[in-house]
C-alpha cells in the first residue's frame, strides 16, 4: 500500500466510508509513517503547542500518553511543567463516562490502566484542567475529531466547566466527514502543518 501524499490525501472521498471504516484507514496511515518523518512532525506540533501556552498561559493542561502512533509531545511536558503549567493525565473511571484527572509531573510514576495506557501510580491527586490537549484519529475542517469511538473526551467536554480543547493531530488525518451527534468542535486544531 503506497501512501498518498498530503494533497491526495486531503482530497481523498473519506466522507462516504463508516466512521468505523474511517478511524481503521486513518490508524493504519498514521502507523506507516516513517519514524524519523513522525520525530519531525512532532516536533512541529510542540513548538505550536508552546506558542499556544506562552500565548494564553493556563494554569493547568490535560496531556496525554500516545498510544497507537499518536503525536509524540512529551519532549515539552517538562518543559510546561517548568513554567509553572500543572499537568494532569486522563483516567477512565467507567466506560461510558467521561475522563477524570490525576496531577503528574514528569518523573512522577505511572501505573498501566486495564487498557495498557499509563496513569498516575498516585490517585489521590485530583486535578480538572483549564486546557486540554485531545489526540485525534482525525479530524474535518470545522475542528470536529475523530476519536477512537468510546467517546470518553466528547462525555468529557459536555461538563461544565468545559475546558479550552487543544486536538492534536498530523495533518493528514485531516478529512471530510459528518460529525456524530454527540461530538464536539475542538477549539483548536494543532498540527504539524
Same mark, same amino acid.
Given at each position: 500500500m503506497t501512501q498518498p501524499t498530503r494533497s491526495e490525501h486531503q482530497r481523498a472521498p473519506y466522507g462516504t466510508l463508516p466512521r468505523k471504516e474511517l478511524r481503521?484507514?486513518?490508524? /493504519?496511515?498514521?502507523? !506507516?509513517?516513517?519514524? =524519523?518523518? $513522525?520525530?519531525?512532525?512532532?516536533?512541529?506540533?510542540? /513548538?505550536?503547542?508552546? !506558542?499556544?501556552?506562552? =500565548?494564553? $498561559?493556563p494554569a493547568s493542561l490535560g496531556v496525554y500518553w500516545p498510544i497507537q502512533a499518536e503525536p509524540d509531545l512529551h519532549d515539552c511536558y517538562q518543559q510546561l511543567s517548568d513554567a509553572g503549567i500543572a499537568l494532569a493525565l486522563p483516567l477512565v473511571t467507567a466506560r461510558n463516562a467521561g475522563l477524570s484527572f490525576l496531577a503528574w509531573r514528569p518523573g512522577d510514576a505511572v501505573t498501566l490502566d486495564e487498557y495498557g495506557i499509563p496513569t498516575p501510580a498516585r490517585r489521590d491527586?485530583?486535578?480538572?484542567?483549564?486546557?486540554?490537549l485531545v489526540p485525534c484519529v482525525g479530524f474535518n475542517a470545522d475542528r470536529y475529531r475523530l476519536g477512537y469511538g468510546g467517546?470518553?473526551?466528547?462525555?468529557?467536554?459536555?461538563?461544565?466547566?468545559?475546558?479550552?480543547t487543544l486536538g492534536v493531530a498530523y495533518q493528514t488525518?485531516?478529512?471530510?466527514?459528518?460529525?456524530?451527534?454527540?461530538?464536539?468542535?475542538?477549539?483548536?486544531?494543532?498540527?504539524d502543518a
Open positions: 481503521k484507514l486513518l490508524l /493504519q496511515q498514521r502507523r !506507516a509513517l516513517d519514524p =524519523q518523518l $513522525r520525530r519531525e512532525m512532532d516536533a512541529r506540533i510542540v /513548538q505550536k503547542l508552546l !506558542a499556544w501556552c506562552q =500565548q494564553h $498561559r491527586r485530583p486535578l480538572q484542567p483549564v486546557a486540554l467517546g470518553h473526551y466528547d462525555r468529557t467536554l459536555e461538563q461544565t466547566p468545559r475546558p479550552a488525518a485531516r478529512v471530510d466527514f459528518v460529525p456524530g451527534a454527540h461530538d464536539v468542535a475542538m477549539d483548536v486544531i494543532l498540527t
